[in-house]
C-alpha cells in the first residue's frame, strides 16, 4: 500500500484469495449484506442499494460498480418521533470526487480524492461544474428517512 491509501477491509480466505492480493474497487458497508448473502447462497433483498463485492474478492473481472456512494444524516427528535423537515448532513463519493455538506443545510464542499485524501482543502470554488453536478446527484440520491418507532419492550412500560 502506497502512502495515503486506505484500508477498508482485510479478507483472509485461503485457497479463494490470493495472499497480498489488493483492490482499488470502491464499496460501502451497505455491500455487506448483499457480500455475505452471497457467499451463503442466497439472493439479496430486492430493495438494497448494496451490490455483492464477492466477484472483486475472488478476483473476477465481472464485479459491478456504483456510479456513487452516498450518505446522510437526518436529525430525529426523539420526543415527536420525526425526523426535521430539512437537508441534513450529507456526503457522496463519484470516481474522484467527495461532496460534504457537514451540517444541515450548510454549502457543499468539495475534494479530489486522487490529489488531497485527507480532504484538507475544499476546492468547491474551482470546480463549480462538479460542484452543480455533485448537488444535483445528491438531490436524486435522497429519499426521505422512515418513520422510526422502537418496538414495545418491559423496560420502557416500567418507567412510567
Known sequence: ?????RVPMIVRWPGYIASGSSSAHVW????????SLELAGAEPPAATD???????????SE????????WELPRHNSETGEFRDEVP?????AGKWKAVRPAPAAPLELY??????????DISAEHPSVLANMEELLEN?????????????????SKG
Not at 63 to 70: D, I, K, S, T, W
Open 112 to 121: 479530489d480524492l486522487v490529489e488531497d485524501v485527507s480532504e484538507s482543502r
Open 1 to 5: 500500500m502506497g502512502h495515503g491509501q
Open 89 to 93: 448532513a450529507q456526503a457522496i463519493r
Open 63 to 70: 464485479q459491478r460498480a456504483h456510479n456513487y456512494l452516498y
Open 141 to 157: 440520491a435522497r429519499l426521505p428517512p422512515r418513520p422510526q418507532t422502537q418496538p414495545d419492550h418491559i423496560w420502557w412500560e
Open 50 to 60: 448494496g451490490l455483492s463485492v464477492v466477484p472483486i474478492l475472488l478476483g473476477r
Open 28 to 35: 460501502g458497508f451497505h455491500d455487506f449484506l448483499a457480500t
